[in-house]
């Protein structure tokens, strides 16, 4: 997950065959990144900015095939253009979120114990694991994910021996018992830093394996 980009929604890297309408013009394309809110088109003839067309694809072959409304976002010249979903039934994204969230996990370039964070809201507390982590969020494994906007307070720690981390955040996306990502809203610099040390030795160990 690109936190730094501080996405709503996470996306993976995937190669699935799709189709798309503009203007009753038909023509077939590749995506190469997918997730909750958009996906990456790849068309060495990219549609301008804010272009809305109609994009059919399949995500996997568990999922019955989704046919979707979306507007460009970005273009790449010679590589393709950002796109951004203006209507996805409710139900179907949470499915989908499910299997990118899965996705992440099975592509992850390192294996480490997960973190226990505990997180406190208005409407109570919970304890969570978290597998991926960054400066700029995480995701919280929890089967009882909160609403998306809640405001939480998290302490979790590092294995570096520092002291606890404790920072506010947002929730971003839920998914339904899986758990939820979640934005820091105000993480110290030294807290940065420290998360920083953590996944560089994450990388570290993995180019060794």
């Known amino acids: 997950m690109e936190w730094t980009h501080l996405r709503k929604y996470p996306r993976v890297?995937?190669?699935?065959?799709?189709?798309?309408?503009?203007?009753?013009?038909?023509?077939?394309?590749r995506i190469l990144t997918l997730g909750g809110g958009g996906l990456f088109l790849a068309d060495p003839e990219p549609i301008a900015v804010g272009a809305r067309l109609s994009i059919r694809f399949r995500p996997a072959k568990h999922f019955p095939p989704l046919e979707v409304q979306a507007?460009?976002?970005y273009v790449i010249s010679g590589k393709g253009m950002?796109?951004?979903?203006?209507?996805?039934d409710a139900e179907y994204r949470q499915r989908l979120m499910t299997f990118i969230i899965?996705?992440?996990?099975?592509?992850?370039?390192?294996?480490?114990?997960?973190?226990?964070?505990?997180?406190?809201?208005?409407?109570?507390?919970?304890?969570?694991?978290?597998?991926?982590?960054?400066?700029?969020?995480?995701?919280?494994?929890?089967?009882?994910?909160?609403?998306?906007?809640?405001?939480?307070k998290m302490r979790f720690n590092l294995d570096d021996d520092g002291p606890t981390?404790?920072?506010?955040?947002?929730?971003?996306?839920?998914?339904?018992k899986v758990g939820m990502g979640?934005?820091?809203?105000?993480?110290?610099?030294?807290?940065?830093?420290?998360?920083d040390v953590y996944l560089a030795k994450g990388d570290a160990s993995a180019g060794h394996r």
């Open 13 to 29: 890297p995937v190669d699935l065959s799709a189709v798309y309408t503009l203007n009753a013009r038909t023509r077939r394309a």
């Open 71 to 73: 507007e460009v976002r």
């Open 82 to 88: 950002g796109m951004e979903f203006l209507d996805i």
């Open 102 to 152: 899965h996705r992440t996990g099975e592509t992850r370039q390192f294996s480490r114990a997960p973190l226990a964070a505990q997180v406190e809201h208005a409407g109570g507390s919970q304890i969570g694991f978290s597998r991926n982590i960054s400066v700029g969020g995480m995701f919280i494994e929890t089967k009882k994910p909160v609403a998306t906007g809640t405001h939480l």
């Open 165 to 176: 981390i404790i920072v506010d955040g947002e929730v971003r996306y839920a998914v339904e």
């Open 182 to 195: 979640v934005r820091f809203l105000n993480l110290s610099l030294a807290d940065q830093k420290r998360i």
